[in-house]
């Protein structure tokens, strides 16, 4: 079970507001009038990569036991049983009221981990009762605004170690359970793209057994975008996996593109990219490497797309072995983004190596649906800036904070920090390099984004770019 995380305080300080913030959409209703909560609210909650169960609670009120507002504390007091933390909310600006010290009080006797928030803390008027709150004895409290997003990232720093661990033995259980909610699903969708006459169609039509897809050796054969499903049985396993293929037209130099029908079949070989999830850029070893092959591997990965190369016609290759070397030497040149793409030798005609590029394509998928638990990141991050500080242009620190994935397919990830826009380039490289070859996403594009602490989930609330 994922930990789970209460958030406790007077009516009316925001706690229904931060609830949103941190599960990243409305679900609690939110007025200026107190007392809008009543009942114990549940729902997913992260910050910057920490996943937890947010538990939204009713304003505590000093009234009655029997009445409404009594009842509602009894629901908020028991929420607290079996609760991994509790986030204790107060409004910075109105300052410390003696229900605040009440609640203070009541958290401190339950043994429940409490980390203080300073709410409506934006700007600075919120500074004095920042001050205030330390004589509550839960140090230095959490200045943010639920409203505007601002601070939110800081309660990582406060969470991670009172819930890091079981959030990270939560993730790898249910990793176990559900064999990964990352983990791709369905047919692998793999389009084969390239220039005119490199032989896609015929590369399919080799590995469907069947002449499904009209060939010649005229260029330009193909316009339309075609997909055909397709059951491959692995050869070293014997086990059948299904496989969307889509065959694509070819793309010439957009100089070279009059016509209005292969610009339509052109973008539509575009769409086939975005549709697909691994792309093949299929060569004709009889022409090498162009201009326009880089042109088009560099668009698969401006799309997000995992890429790898086919060298077609091997079959009747001359000098195979510099062909091949050379090749791969053009592509670490001309594709600074990615580095140890896959570069297979096939031949359509024979059917030499098309069972090891099926295969290879499927590893390729798994890189590009891989995540990373946070903790395991978090390590190689603090390892990497150990290794190599950030500069400290002008005599003024970088300060890089945490990293977390945000997404897969293609992996995102996310860095706070401070003083970002001074980090050089060549530091942002650094990183992206080191994730590619230390976290297994070398041949698959990366993409990091840098975010500054202060305001990292405005407008969204969940975290992701």
Do not use: C
Not at 6 to 30: D, E, H
């Amino acid at each position: 079970m994922k930990p789970v995380v209460i958030i406790i305080g007077r009516p009316n300080v925001g706690k229904s507001t931060l609830f949103n913030r941190l599960i990243g959409k409305k679900l609690a209703l939110v007025d200026d009038q107190p007392g809008v909560t009543r009942d114990r609210r549940m729902g997913d909650a992260i910050v910057a990569g920490l996943e937890f169960t947010a538990v939204d609670t009713a304003g505590w009120e000093d009234e009655d036991a029997e009445s409404l507002p009594g009842r509602m504390r009894a629901q908020t007091q028991m929420s607290l049983e079996g609760a991994d933390a509790a986030l204790f909310v107060f409004d910075s600006r109105a300052g410390l009221t003696p229900l605040d010290e009440e609640i203070a009080r009541w958290l401190r006797g339950q043994g429940v981990p409490v980390v203080l928030v300073a709410n409506k803390a934006e700007g600075r008027a919120g500074d004095a009762g920042i001050f205030e709150s330390f004589a509550l004895g839960f140090g230095e409290p959490v200045g943010l605004s639920a409203e505007h997003g601002e601070g939110v990232a800081d309660l990582f720093d406060a969470l991670w170690p009172i819930i890091g661990a079981k959030a990270e033995a939560a993730d790898e259980m249910a990793e176990v359970l559900e064999e990964g909610e990352d983990a791709p699903a369905g047919p692998l969708k793999l389009a084969i793209v390239g220039r005119p006459n490199a032989g896609k169609s015929t590369l399919i039509n080799r590995l469907l057994g069947e002449d499904r897809l009209l060939t010649g050796p005229e260029a330009g054969i193909t316009r339309d975008s075609i997909a055909v499903d397709w059951e491959w049985r692995d050869p070293k396993s014997g086990e059948a996996r299904e496989v969307r293929l889509i065959d694509t037209a070819g793309m010439r130099k957009k100089a070279q593109v009059v016509d209005k029908l292969e610009r339509l079949s052109v973008a539509d070989a575009r769409r086939a990219v975005d549709f697909a999830e691994v792309v093949i850029l299929l060569l004709d070893a009889t022409r090498g490497l162009e201009h326009q092959d880089l042109k088009i591997a560099s668009l698969v990965l401006e799309e997000g797309r995992a890429l790898m190369i086919a060298i077609n016609k091997w079959d009747v290759a001359e000098n195979a072995s510099s062909l091949f070397n050379g090749i791969k030497g053009a592509l670490e040149d001309g594709l600074s983004q990615v580095r140890g793409l896959p570069v297979l030798a096939v031949s359509a005609r024979t059917g030499k190596g098309l069972d090891t590029m099926i295969g290879a394509a499927f590893e390729l998928r798994e890189a590009w649906s891989k995540r990373v638990p946070t903790a395991a990141l978090n390590r190689w991050f603090d390892d990497a800036m150990e290794a190599n500080p950030p500069p400290a242009p002008g005599g003024r620190r970088i300060k890089l904070r945490y990293i977390t994935q945000a997404g897969t397919r293609p992996p995102r990830f996310v860095i706070f920090g401070s003083r970002l826009d001074d980090l050089p380039k060549s530091y942002e490289r650094y990183l992206v390099n080191g994730i590619r070859k230390s976290l297994g996403f070398e041949a698959v594009p990366v993409r990091v984004t840098l975010k500054s602490s202060k305001n990292p989930f405005a407008n969204s609330g969940s975290g992701k770019p």
